[in-house]
């Protein structure tokens, strides 16, 4: 008998710490992605659209700069229009449909990815900038020579100005060397653009569970949480008396959100300090740039945590705080109370009195006292003589 009742309490521990970690993710999800405006802020407070850029350039310096025929990004100049046209708030307009259109495929109000993005503007006011940049740079370079042409047939690398320059010809020719090459060829992205998986599939077919998940997590928190109420309950009847298993479980409580608060912390803070696997390498600027945008959403996740854990230690106190007031004063107080040798109701005092000798003792009668008027008689002991 005591090996099954050390099973049950075992088995409800088990279900007990699930459902608990459940309810916690469930919030954490909700609260961080529960809803397309909440992903939309954090991804805009994460700095993503400031660094999206930087990273790309970052990231194709070197492939453009030794190329004849690209753009040679290393250029200030180059940079500085690619930043003017493809600003945070393009780059934020756009997103956003996209996650828009995500959302919309997961609370089933569309059977798929359905969105268009379109960098048509933006691509027509990049090569405007480009080819400006370009005349307006060669007019101020000295004339070239045979060799000059030779070496190089991209006008971005010219470091001369070519034989019958006119700035107008110059800026005509290259923009539309630049709508003619393959460099944003398609600037409308759409559903189509997406990659097929390996098995040739879509995305949205691959993962069709997604919406029946999605739906579970927006009333996850009930789902959860009643969960956890059933787990509580099984956990306070394993453990008999009532007030065994209720202080058992503000110990459980507390125990799980102070350690849950440590752990947190040394995986935030410590643990990625001491070994690299804990965190993104920078080997260039434009990691450097993905690195600040996820560090941010883990960041924002280790605050999240911390915070539950410390409602969930507080609870448990609580808990215990209640446990110890309503506790009997005595050991064997309910045993006294059950057999009577202990009352609820309130004690009665007698009043003190005055301090009185015996002739005055505070004794009430019904009868009439008579005082002694003659001397009690005695006997007297003879002493024997030897």
């Known amino acids: 008998m005591k090996l099954v009742k050390g099973l049950l309490r075992w088995l409800s521990s088990v279900i007990f710490h699930l459902s608990l970690f459940m309810l916690i993710g469930s919030i954490g999800i909700t609260i961080l992605i529960g809803s ?7 991804i805009s407070d994460s700095g993503a659209y400031q660094n999206v850029i930087e990273s790309i350039i970052a990231t194709n310096i070197d492939n453009f700069s030794k190329s004849n025929d690209t753009l040679p990004l290393s250029d200030p100049e180059i940079q500085n229009i690619v930043r003017n046209v493809f600003t945070p708030e393009v780059l934020q307009e756009k997103t956003e449909l996209f996650i828009d259109s995500v959302y919309s495929w997961l609370d089933k109000s569309s059977n798929d990815l359905e969105f ?5 503007k933006q691509r027509d006011e990049l090569f405007d900038g480009l080819s400006t940049y370009a005349a307006t740079r060669l007019s101020g370079l000295p004339a070239c020579t045979l060799e000059d042409l030779q070496a190089t047939n991209n006008v971005f690398n010219l470091e001369c100005q070519p034989p019958g320059f006119y700035e107008n010809i110059v800026k005509t020719q290259v923009l539309s060397d630049l709508n003619n090459s393959d460099f944003l060829k398609n600037p409308v992205i759409t559903e189509n653009n997406l990659p097929i998986t390996a098995d040739g599939s879509k995305i949205t077919e691959k993962f069709h569970f997604m919406p029946l998940i999605y739906s579970i997590l927006q009333n996850g928190i009930i789902i959860f949480g009643g969960f956890f109420v059933l787990c509580s309950l099984v956990y306070l009847l394993a453990r008999l008396p009532f007030r ?31 070994t690299s696997s804990f965190k993104l390498q920078i080997t260039s600027s434009g990691n450097e740039a993905v690195e600040k945008s996820v560090n941010y959403f883990v960041h924002s996740v280790d605050v999240l945590v911390i915070n539950i854990a410390i409602q969930i230690a507080v609870v448990g106190l609580l808990i215990l705080i209640i446990e110890k007031m309503t506790r009997p004063t005595e050991f064997y107080a309910e045993v006294a109370k059950k057999s009577g040798l202990l009352t609820s109701e309130e004690k009665k005092t007698t009043q003190l009195v005055e301090k009185s000798d015996y002739k005055n003792a505070p004794v009430q009668t019904s009868e009439p006292v008579k005082k002694r008027t003659t001397k009690r008689k005695t006997k007297t002991k003879k002493k024997i003589q030897l």
Do not use: E, H, Q, W
């Open 244 to 274: 065994k298993g209720f202080k058992s479980l503000g110990r459980d409580l507390l125990g799980n959100g102070v350690m849950l608060v440590i752990f947190t912390v040394l995986y935030s803070a410590l643990l990625p300090k001491i």
């Open 36 to 42: 397309p405006a909440k992903l939309k802020n954090i």
């Open 116 to 120: 268009s993005i379109d960098f048509t």
